[in-house]
Each structure stands twice: as structure tokens, then as C-alpha cells.
């Protein structure tokens, strides 16, 4: 059901019968956490939502990110440099021409209850706070209202990168993962981004 891994490649394990959650645990870098800390605390309402053309030059990006002080320009091409490779690895793994890109700060759980999402395979990565939870299968009750059966709830690490398979994935009807958004306040946001395919 879960394939960790500690290189990029390996987040290709999704596409393996019975994975429905691949991590790629990366170590952390100082300098996106940086930018975005301080983009959540200068922005707490900041929320984008844009198709990303993959040829799309840096340029485009990064006029969607807001700007920093000059003590935080490397910072910020860092985490530029960062949502840019996570973009060109999500359209390699999956052959695409445009991604939907969201990225949003978050002072309440988005979606607070367990469920699975009716899309083939969404990519998230918390840059600010505490990751996405999801069940392992031996706890979720897929027959009941609701999808926990037992309390071993699992969450994706800051930083972490997941991809997330869900309903709409070739003969996986039935069989997605049963995640939910961690809770969220004024005094501890989170910042997350998702990736998903846009025909």
C-alpha cells in the first residue's frame, strides 16, 4: 500500500499494483522553509490556483509567488526552483502537457473528514506545518458512512513529497487512499501545494 522512498525515482512505485501512497522523504532545505514561513506570516490569505503549461518558462512562475526583501531573494528562487521540479517530475511521471497547480495557506483543516478523491493521482507536499494523514487499509472501513475503522493515522512529513492515488486511477474503484487535511489554526498555518492532471 505504501512505498517510501529517498530518491525522486523511486515515487514511480505508484504506478505498482497495490501502492496507493508513494513518499519521497528528501531532506529538508533550509532555505525553501525559510521563504515559506515568511510567505505564510507576510501573506495568511494567500491562495493560488493556475494550469502550468510544462514548457512554461520560470519566468510565469514566479510571477505568481510574492516577493521577497532582499535578505530573502536567494530564498525565494530556491523555492521557486523547487515547485519547478516538482511540476517537471509530476508531468515526466505521468506524460503530461499542463498541470493544475494549487497552493494555498491554511488556518483550518480544508477537508477535516476521511475520504478518498475521485482523480487518478494527486501530488502534495506541506511546506509550512504538518503534512497530509492517511490510513494504512487494515484501517479504513470502506462498507460504513465512516472510513476509519481504527485510530493508526499516518501523516506525510513537512517537506515530504506524496503522491496519492486515487479513484479514478485504472481499476482502482473502490480502492483509494483514505486521507484528510490535519488540523490547521491562525497560530499554526499550514502552506500546501497539489498538483493534479489537467487534460
Known amino acids: 500500500m505504501l512505498r517510501r522512498t529517498t530518491t525522486p525515482a523511486g515515487l ?51 510571477s505568481l509567488i510574492p516577493e521577497a526583501d532582499k535578505t530573502l531573494q536567494h530564498a525565494r528562487i530556491a523555492f521557486l526552483q523547487d515547485i519547478r521540479l516538482l ?11 499542463q498541470i493544475g497547480l494549487r497552493m494555498t495557506v491554511l488556518n483550518r483543516a480544508m477537508c477535516p473528514k476521511f475520504h478518498v478523491d475521485h482523480v487518478v493521482c494527486r501530488l502534495i507536499c506541506t511546506y509550512v506545518g504538518t503534512g497530509t494523514e492517511w490510513l494504512p487499509e487494515s484501517s479504513v472501513n470502506r462498507e460504513g458512512p465512516d472510513l476509519q475503522k481504527a485510530a493508526d493515522i499516518q501523516h506525510v512529513n513537512e517537506g515530504h513529497v506524496a503522491l496519492l492515488k486515487g479513484e479514478s486511477w485504472p481499476g482502482n474503484t473502490g480502492r483509494g487512499i483514505v486521507h484528510r487535511s490535519p488540523a490547521a489554526s491562525d497560530s499554526q498555518p499550514r502552506l500546501v501545494m497539489t498538483l493534479d492532471p489537467v487534460a
Open 12 to 62: 514511480s512505485a505508484i504506478y505498482s499494483e497495490g501502492i496507493n501512497l508513494a513518499e519521497w522523504h528528501r531532506p529538508g532545505s533550509a532555505a525553501v522553509r525559510g521563504f515559506a514561513s515568511e510567505l505564510v506570516r507576510h501573506n495568511p490569505n494567500f491562495s493560488l490556483r493556475q494550469v502550468l503549461p510544462v514548457d512554461d518558462d520560470e519566468n510565469a512562475l514566479a
Open 87 to 97: 511540476c517537471d517530475m509530476y508531468a515526466c511521471l505521468f506524460e503530461l502537457q
